[in-house]
Every structure is written in C-alpha cells, then in structure tokens.
C-alpha cells in the first residue's frame, strides 16, 4: 500500500505528490525554477555522496531540477555538481537495529533552506543544518 497517498486521502491539509519523485515548481515574478523530492530504492553506498552523484550523473540535461532534495539513505549533505543544488535530508530517526546491523549510520537532523531566484536560476542558496541528537 501506499501509506502516503492513504493519508493525504483522509487530510485536506496534505497534498499527495507521488511515491518516488515529485517536481515541485516554484514560481517568481521573473520565471520558474524545479525542486525534485526524491526518495530512491536504492541502498546506501560505502561513500556519502556516491549514490546521488550517480542519480545526477544520469539525469538527460533538459529533465534536470534545479534543486534536488534525497531521502531514503538517512544521510546528510550538500552537493553542487552538474549545475544542480542537491541535499540529502538527512533523518529525524534514531539508528533502528537493522542499520545497526549493516553498519548503516543514521544522520539526525534537518535542513532549513533560502534560495533567491533570479528567473529559472537559482542565484543564492543558503542551507543550514540543524543536527539533532
């Protein structure tokens, strides 16, 4: 089942954007630019930023965000590479035993994010993160 799209089903306050990547579009009076809220199936990997320097590495040029938010590894960065601003979320989750178990590290926290738009650019953007242990 899709746990997300049950939920938003029964809130008026949430809107269901899909399972595994949504494009949100974030309008300004000059353009447009696009955030991409991915959470892949894959499995976390022996270096932090290999799995999404993969998934950018594979992006067609034209079908590219402008700013990429990852889920699902649990980790923590800040990544510019192929023009794109990507940050991996991180986790507000407690290490569970099956990543302890996998020697998977859970990197607790949150990001608060400012970008200026400068028509479909980003022109500045400022990310903070907040580690909560």
């Not at 949430?14 to 955030?35: H, N, P, Q, W």
């Not at 990429?68 to 923590?76: A, F, Q």
């Amino acid at each position: 089942t899709d746990v997300g799209k049950r939920i938003s089903s029964k809130r008026n306050d949430m809107v269901y954007l899909g399972m595994d990547e949504a494009d949100v579009v974030i309008e300004s009076k000059d353009g447009e630019v696009t955030l991409r809220l991915f959470h892949p199936r894959k499995g976390t990997s022996y270096a932090v930023s290999y799995q999404i320097q993969k998934y950018i590495e594979s992006l067609t040029g034209w079908l590219k965000p402008n700013i990429l938010m990852v889920g699902h590894y649990h980790k923590s960065e800040f990544l510019f590479y192929r023009n794109i601003l990507a940050c991996q979320a991180g986790t507000l989750q407690f290490q569970t035993p099956f990543m302890r178990g996998r020697n998977i590290a859970a990197i607790q926290g949150f990001w608060i994010i400012e970008a200026m738009l400068d028509g479909e650019s980003v022109s500045r953007f400022c990310s903070e993160w907040f580690p909560c242990y």
